[in-house]
Antibody, heavy 116, light 108 residues
Framework: QVQLVESGGGLVKPGGSLRLSCAAS????????MSWIRQAPGKGLEWLSY????????FYADSMKGRITISRDNSKNSLFLQMNSLRAEDTAVYYC?????????WGQGTTVTVSS | EIVMTQSPATLSVSPGERATLSCRAS??????LAWYQQKPGQAPRLLIY???TRATGIPARFSGSGSGTEFTLTINSLQSEDFALYYC??????????FGHGTKVEIK
């Protein structure tokens, strides 16, 4: 079945970095846009980044622009999010989601905690 | 950036009754609006897109309506599994794609 599985979250100190991964299965990954969305504890959903199917088009939310880099490896059906200069307010569950406008499939999320 | 405002923040409904959730956009999003359901500890699940088209596997008791800046999600005959958080999201003007802050549907 169609599935997204995130990994790479954890506890990191302020100013640190993490690289999140999202493994896709059950659909032709290379045909689809992909996105990252996060949810801070007890808060709503915040779109972070989008990448086109080929990787040629990328957008970032202003809240993290300059600190995150989205990428994909279509040969490995994988999506990535490199996060640098992390702050306490970046503590959240990070989801990868299939497609762009309508997020029809979500992963289970990976938790990032930024704390000293 | 289009701001999505959902009301009420919390809706108390008895099982079997109807729930009506509202979502307002700060400017027109045409019918490019989606609704998601989220249960505690779970990822969001797509319910409706294009304002009124149910996603695969979504029961007919969920319906959406509206256009422009005013939208409604109606859940008829609430079942126990429907008590959850609901988010609206616009995809008319992007980036960014923006979500409302959510409406919690709780048991009355």
């Amino acid at each position: 079945q169609v599935q997204l599985v995130e990994s790479g979250g954890g506890l990191v100190k302020p100013g640190g970095s993490l690289r999140l991964s999202c493994a896709a299965s059950g659909f032709t990954f290379s045909d689809h846009y992909m996105s990252w969305i996060r949810q801070a504890p007890g808060k709503g959903l915040e779109w972070l980044s989008y990448i086109s199917s080929s990787g040629s088009s990328i957008f970032y939310a202003d809240s993290m622009k300059g600190r995150i880099t989205i990428s994909r490896d279509n040969s490995k059906n994988s999506l990535f999010l490199q996060m640098n200069s992390l702050r306490a307010e970046d503590t959240a569950v990070y989801y990868c989601a299939k497609d762009r406008d309508v997020f029809d499939i979500w992963g289970q999320g990976t938790t990032v905690t930024v704390s000293s | 950036e289009i701001v999505m405002t959902q009301s009420p923040a919390t809706l108390s409904v008895s099982p079997g009754e109807r729930a009506t959730l509202s979502c307002r956009a700060s400017q027109s999003v045409s019918t490019n609006l989606a609704w998601y359901q989220q249960k505690p500890g779970q990822a969001p699940r797509l319910l409706i897109y294009g304002t009124s088209t149910r996603a695969t596997g979504i029961p007919a008791r969920f319906s959406g309506s509206g256009s422009g800046t005013e939208f409604t999600l109606t859940i008829n005959s609430l079942q126990s599994e429907d008590f959850a958080l609901y988010y609206c999201q616009q995809y008319n003007n992007w980036p960014p794609w923006t979500f409302g802050h959510g409406t919690k549907v709780e048991i009355k």
